[in-house]
């Protein structure tokens, strides 16, 4: 690896980003034009132009390369995919939105060369950090984030100020490509997932980072990516033992808990009395909340639109017929044989389908292989 020059692979992960994207490569040729670099554009199937631009680019661009990802979303899998096509010395990461400056890329290598380190992590929250693309709210939102992401990770770890950054550089040796290698790519923040899978072998930093305002588009930030972080947190806590989606998938059955619990005393003015004609009721309700939750949540990326939506609810109901029907019958025999509470009696029904549930669907309804 030479010191006194070393080559440079830029990975900008992209989604319509066609307005921000261009200017960006034009500042990091400019910022860097020292340096031997690589600048590769992982697309993940953009609709506004972005992977035409770069394309036109590339033809004039002898650094510029495009992966187009078709079968494959996601923005830790695109960082992934990146850093395993990339052979220069470093690997710097920054999102495609404009809100990373180029100038940050000299100081993070400068202290990745000089300390020696695995990774230099661009902060939003050191002293010397100039923020000005966060809101007031996402900023709380950042801080809460990291303050829990610090709790799951490598004591090693603990002195990085922000685990949520998009901006970081990777020294490129075989045991950062073999620690990328094993993240799953379902998961939150790439970052949070590489310093939790390499954990105390993965020696960091960080840097001050300039976090400029968007000039067009919109964030991606969404309800989906802070269901990953909640399913990040949760797979560290749990030491990796309970598989995601198995955690997604019973999150959403506890969210399921509550609208059949409500669903049932609920109907009580359209149903009556009837514990029977309440509890089929509500359980019907509940699993159709769960199939919409999950399309939404846990399998997004295998979600079901338009005729297969439909399709596959019918089939959602059919497979789970057999789980609806014990957890119907276990919730009668608790409530009239051992204990006359209708929310525990709902609760042992409950318990027993789950595991059926998760296997079934994910694997037939979703077609999710090693489910």
């Not at 992590?121 to 829990?148: E, H, P």
């Not at 309440?278 to 990326?301: D, E, G, K, M, W």
């Not at 608790?334 to 009696?345: R, W």
Request: hydrophobic residues 45%.
């Amino acid at each position: 690896m030479n010191k006194e020059n070393p080559s440079i692979s830029i990975i900008l992960p992209a989604l319509n980003e066609r307005d921000n994207i261009v200017r960006l490569i034009d500042s990091l040729n400019k910022e860097l034009n020292e340096f031997k670099l690589d600048i590769l554009v992982i697309d993940d199937n953009s609709t506004d132009g972005t992977k035409e631009a770069i394309a036109l680019r590339s033809n004039e661009d002898s650094n510029l390369r495009l992966i187009e990802r078709f079968d494959r979303k996601g923005l830790a899998s695109a960082i992934k995919e990146g850093i395993l096509n990339s052979y220069n010395d470093y690997i710097v990461v920054m999102d495609s939105d404009g809100q990373h400056k180029a100038e940050n890329v000299k100081s993070a290598l400068k202290k990745i060369i000089n300390e020696s380190l695995d990774i230099v992590v661009g902060s939003r929250f050191m002293d010397d950090s100039s923020v000005r693309g966060l809101s007031k709210r996402r900023t709380n939102g950042s801080l809460l984030a990291n303050k829990i992401a610090r709790l799951s990770l490598d004591k090693k770890h603990s002195h990085l100020s922000d685990y949520m950054s998009g901006f970081f550089i990777l020294k490129n040796t075989s045991h950062v490509n073999e620690v990328a290698k094993r993240i799953e790519v379902k998961g939150f923040k790439f970052l949070y997932e590489f310093l939790s899978t390499g954990g105390k072998t993965i020696s960091c930093g960080d840097v001050p980072l300039d976090f400029e305002e968007r000039q067009y588009g919109e964030s991606k930030l969404n309800i989906p990516i802070v269901w990953d972080f909640v399913i990040s947190l949760a797979y560290g806590f749990t030491f990796k033992i309970i598989p995601r989606r198995a955690i997604s998938f019973g999150l959403v059955g506890c969210i399921g808990v509550l609208v059949q619990l409500i669903s049932f005393h609920a109907l009580e003015n359209a149903l009556g009395s009837s514990f029977e004609a309440r509890l089929i009721a509500s359980v019907f309700i509940a699993a159709a909340s769960n199939f919409c939750i999950n399309n939404i949540l846990t399998f997004r990326f295998e979600s079901l639109h338009g005729m297969d939506f439909l399709k596959g609810f019918i089939q959602y109901l059919l497979v789970i017929s057999l789980p609806v029907a014990l957890n119907i019958s276990v919730a009668n025999l608790v409530y009239k044989e051992l204990i006359s509470n209708t929310n525990t009696a709902q609760l042992a029904g409950i318990i027993v389908a789950y595991i059926w549930n998760y296997v079934a669907t994910s694997k037939f309804i979703w077609k999710v292989a090693g489910s």
